[in-house]
Protein backbone atom coordinates (compact mmCIF):
# COMPACT_ATOMS: atom_id res chain seq x y z
CA UNK A 1 0.00 0.00 0.00
CA UNK A 2 0.93 3.18 -0.69
CA UNK A 3 1.58 6.03 1.29
CA UNK A 4 -0.39 9.48 0.03
CA UNK A 5 1.73 12.17 0.42
CA UNK A 6 0.91 15.60 2.31
CA UNK A 7 2.03 18.99 1.62
CA UNK A 8 2.01 19.10 5.71
CA UNK A 9 4.54 16.35 5.60
CA UNK A 10 7.36 18.42 3.59
CA UNK A 11 6.51 21.25 5.76
CA UNK A 12 7.12 19.46 8.98
CA UNK A 13 10.47 18.28 7.62
CA UNK A 14 11.15 21.41 6.33
CA UNK A 15 10.51 23.89 9.19
CA UNK A 16 10.40 21.54 12.28
CA UNK A 17 13.56 20.04 11.88
CA UNK A 18 15.93 22.91 11.53
CA UNK A 19 13.65 24.79 14.69
CA UNK A 20 14.03 21.87 17.06
CA UNK A 21 17.80 22.13 15.66
CA UNK A 22 18.10 26.07 16.73
CA UNK A 23 16.55 24.81 20.26
CA UNK A 24 18.95 22.24 20.82
CA UNK A 25 21.94 24.78 19.75
CA UNK A 26 20.63 27.59 22.18
CA UNK A 27 19.52 25.50 25.12
CA UNK A 28 23.29 23.97 25.12
CA UNK A 29 24.64 27.55 24.69
CA UNK A 30 22.64 28.38 27.57
CA UNK A 31 24.10 25.70 29.56
CA UNK A 32 27.65 26.23 28.43
CA UNK A 33 26.99 29.85 29.89
CA UNK A 34 26.09 28.80 33.30
CA UNK A 35 28.67 26.21 33.43
CA UNK A 36 31.40 29.06 32.81
CA UNK A 37 29.67 31.54 34.98
CA UNK A 38 30.24 28.54 38.04
CA UNK A 39 33.60 28.09 37.17
CA UNK A 40 34.68 31.38 37.74
CA UNK A 41 32.54 31.72 40.79
CA UNK A 42 34.40 28.75 42.56
CA UNK A 43 38.21 30.27 40.81
CA UNK A 44 37.33 33.31 42.58
CA UNK A 45 36.16 31.61 46.27
CA UNK A 46 39.00 29.45 45.87
CA UNK A 47 41.38 32.70 45.51
CA UNK A 48 40.09 33.87 48.83
CA UNK A 49 39.95 31.19 50.77
CA UNK A 50 43.96 30.52 49.69
CA UNK A 51 44.46 34.08 50.96
CA UNK A 52 42.83 32.97 54.36
CA UNK A 53 44.92 30.18 54.51
CA UNK A 54 47.65 31.97 54.01
CA UNK A 55 47.15 34.96 56.55
CA UNK A 56 46.46 31.91 59.28
CA UNK A 57 49.86 29.98 58.21
CA UNK A 58 51.23 33.51 58.57
CA UNK A 59 49.84 34.05 62.22
CA UNK A 60 50.84 30.47 63.50
CA UNK A 61 54.67 31.08 62.58
CA UNK A 62 54.81 34.74 63.37
CA UNK A 63 52.14 35.11 65.71
CA UNK A 64 50.88 38.59 63.80
CA UNK A 65 48.82 38.90 60.52
CA UNK A 66 50.92 39.92 57.30
CA UNK A 67 51.11 43.68 56.74
CA UNK A 68 50.30 43.14 52.81
CA UNK A 69 49.08 41.19 50.41
CA UNK A 70 53.14 41.18 48.74
CA UNK A 71 54.20 40.10 52.49
CA UNK A 72 51.81 37.06 52.03
CA UNK A 73 52.89 36.57 48.31
CA UNK A 74 56.47 36.22 48.75
CA UNK A 75 57.03 34.29 52.01
CA UNK A 76 53.83 32.09 51.68
CA UNK A 77 53.71 31.82 47.53
CA UNK A 78 49.85 32.83 47.14
CA UNK A 79 49.38 33.53 43.83
CA UNK A 80 47.01 36.26 42.64
CA UNK A 81 46.03 36.63 38.76
CA UNK A 82 45.92 40.35 38.97
CA UNK A 83 44.43 40.86 35.54
CA UNK A 84 41.86 38.65 36.61
CA UNK A 85 41.22 39.41 40.15
CA UNK A 86 41.64 42.53 42.41
CA UNK A 87 42.01 41.94 45.87
CA UNK A 88 41.90 44.46 48.54
CA UNK A 89 43.50 43.61 51.65
CA UNK A 90 42.69 45.91 54.34
CA UNK A 91 44.71 45.20 57.87
CA UNK A 92 43.15 47.02 61.20
CA UNK A 93 45.69 45.60 63.85
CA UNK A 94 48.74 42.73 63.77
CA UNK A 95 46.41 40.75 65.73
CA UNK A 96 43.40 40.66 64.32
CA UNK A 97 42.61 38.69 60.75
CA UNK A 98 42.60 41.11 58.03
CA UNK A 99 39.90 42.09 55.60
CA UNK A 100 40.17 40.06 52.37
CA UNK A 101 37.62 40.87 49.26
CA UNK A 102 38.20 39.37 46.27
CA UNK A 103 36.33 40.77 42.64
CA UNK A 104 36.34 39.58 39.41
CA UNK A 105 37.90 42.37 36.92
CA UNK A 106 35.58 42.39 33.71
CA UNK A 107 37.15 41.68 30.63
Given amino acids: ?3 KKTPWGGLLRG ?17 LN ?16 ALRRGCV ?9 PPNLDYLKERYGVQVDEERYTVFYSVFADNLMPDITVLVNEP
Fill in 1 to 3: MKR
Fill in 34 to 49: SLNSGHEAEDQRQLEE
Fill in 15 to 31: LLLPAFCVVVLVAFSTA
Fill in 57 to 65: ACYATEGVY
